[in-house]
């Protein structure tokens, strides 16, 4: 268990729905990650957000948004689904900006 | 930018032989590098990482990679695989001046077979 947890665990919804993933990051960590896992794609790297504020995109669609809240959780919200939303979305968290990121058990996302 | 090759989609092993797994990386600054593990139906797990020093890294479970600047590699070794080491393992790379995200290799599975 790292520590990190991830909320739902399942989630299965329809094209052009939006819905929300959520992460509490371990106990003292101000960092914290987005990852979406497909077949297609592998692992990429979709948002980093340190203390509230974002540091880095990566390869995040417009439809999708996050933010970390000031008790350091962070929301991922995807909208307009498509087809081929549907994959593992990770949250990591971090101590801070260089320490190494513990991973949350994921959660599926199926768009039917 | 960064690129991270892993050459084996699938390596198959016997129980109690050795295995390697291999990683390449491309950056165009210095990285940092990791390996994960990702059991079925779980999150991922590091294994170990190389941030400076020693180019032989000890990670768990009785996992070390070791460091090649010149022929850019991080590869995995184990002298003695497990069934229960029998997962999805992804080499990763971070760039050391900013700390930020990580680039993630296509991932090898390793399938240990009694």
């Known amino acids: 268990d790292s520590g990190v947890t991830q909320t739902p665990k399942h989630l299965i919804t329809a094209t052009g729905q939006r819905v929300t993933l959520r992460c509490s990051p371990r106990s003292g960590d101000l960092s914290v990650y987005w990852y979406q896992q497909s077949l297609d794609q592998g692992l990429q790297f979709l948002i980093h957000y340190y203390n509230g504020e974002e540091r880095a995109k990566g390869n995040i669609l417009e439809r999708f948004s996050a933010q970390q809240f000031p008790d350091l959780h962070s929301e991922l919200n995807l909208s307009s689904l498509e087809l081929g939303d549907s994959a593992l979305y990770f949250c990591?968290?971090?101590?801070?900006?260089?320490?190494?990121?513990?991973f949350g058990p994921g959660t599926r996302l199926t768009v039917l | 930018a960064q690129s991270v090759t892993q050459l084996d989609s699938q390596v198959p092993v016997f129980e109690e032989a050795p295995v390697e797994l291999r990683c390449n990386y491309s950056?165009?600054?210095?990285?940092?590098l990791f390996w994960y593990v990702q059991y079925p139906n779980q999150g991922l797990q590091l294994l170990l990482k190389?941030?400076?020093?020693?180019?032989l890294v000890k990670g768990i479970n009785g996992f070390e990679a070791e460091f090649n600047k010149s022929q850019t590699s991080f590869h995995l070794r184990k002298p003695s695989v497990h069934i229960s080491d029998t997962a999805e393992y992804f080499c990763a790379t971070e760039p050391n001046n900013a700390g930020n995200m990580l680039t993630f290799g296509g991932g090898t599975r390793l399938m240990v077979k009694p």
């Open positions: 950056s165009s600054v210095s990285v940092y």
């Open positions: 190389y941030l400076s020093g020693s180019t």
């Open positions: 990591a968290s971090s101590v801070d900006r260089v320490d190494t990121q513990y």
